[in-house]
């Protein structure tokens, strides 16, 4: 079953605005990690963020994790239209430290 | 080279058929991955295999075989599958079990007739 739940489901923006994507979960993690997928394709790694972090960056990628909520969010800053994709939060956790993948936001950035 | 392959890209195949989905990465990763994503639904874990060794089964049916050749190669053969088996099946490394990043292939879209 699905640790992760994103929200919102879906998002529409324009172009140059800001995209934030929230994701919850529910028992404890070793770290959590966000990934890009396009078009049904393979996923590509953004970044990741350790249970004892609260912040990390990354180009014009913010995340953090608030672990007392069981949250964590994405935000894309002056976002592109190439960054039209769906966005996943997985959490890491568990003896075997599985990858466990949310739902999914499916960001839609019009030009 | 930060790149996982899979081929084929696509494959159509009939129930009685038997067919072999590969996955290669040539980046000394010691774990590999499959996994099976249906339409606009997160991707699930089927199988891992750390240091060549299955580690990971999520109780995936025996009409999915997973089998590790070596630490490059990844194959996953498909025998009497059904139509609800049809979706993206995804391979994935890692340096080593668990708290890595893991990199994606650009996945093997089936379809079972």
């Known amino acids: 079953s699905q640790q992760g739940e994103e929200d919102p489901q879906a998002l529409s923006i324009q172009e140059g605005e800001n995209a934030t994507m929230n994701c919850s979960y529910k028992t404890s993690i070793n770290n959590l990690q966000w990934y890009r997928q396009n078009s049904g394709r393979g996923l590509v790694h953004l970044i990741l963020i350790r249970s004892n972090e609260r912040e990390k960056h990354s180009g014009r990628l913010r995340v953090t994790l608030d672990t007392s909520k069981k949250s964590s969010s994405l935000l894309i800053t002056a976002s592109r239209a190439a960054d039209t994709a769906s966005y996943f939060c997985a959490t890491v956790g568990g003896s075997n430290y599985k990858l466990t993948f949310g739902k999914g936001t499916l960001l839609t950035v019009n030009p | 080279d930060t790149e996982v392959t899979q081929t084929p890209k696509h494959l159509v195949m009939g129930m009685t058929n038997k067919k072999s989905l590969k996955c290669e990465q040539h980046?000394?990763?010691?774990?590999m991955y499959w996994y099976k994503q249906k339409a606009k639904k997160p991707p699930e874990l089927m199988f891992v295999?750390?240091?060549?060794?299955?580690?990971i089964n999520e109780s995936v049916p025996s009409r999915f075989s997973p089998e590790c050749p070596n630490s490059s190669l990844l194959n996953l053969h498909l025998h009497a599958l059904q139509p609800e088996d049809s979706a993206l099946y995804l391979c994935?490394?890692?340096?080593?079990?668990?708290?890595?990043?893991?990199?994606f292939g650009p996945g093997t879209r089936l379809l079972v007739l």
């Open positions: 980046m000394g990763h010691r774990a």
């Open positions: 994935a490394s890692s340096t080593s079990q668990g708290t890595e990043t893991q990199y």
């Open positions: 295999y750390s240091y060549e060794k299955l580690s």
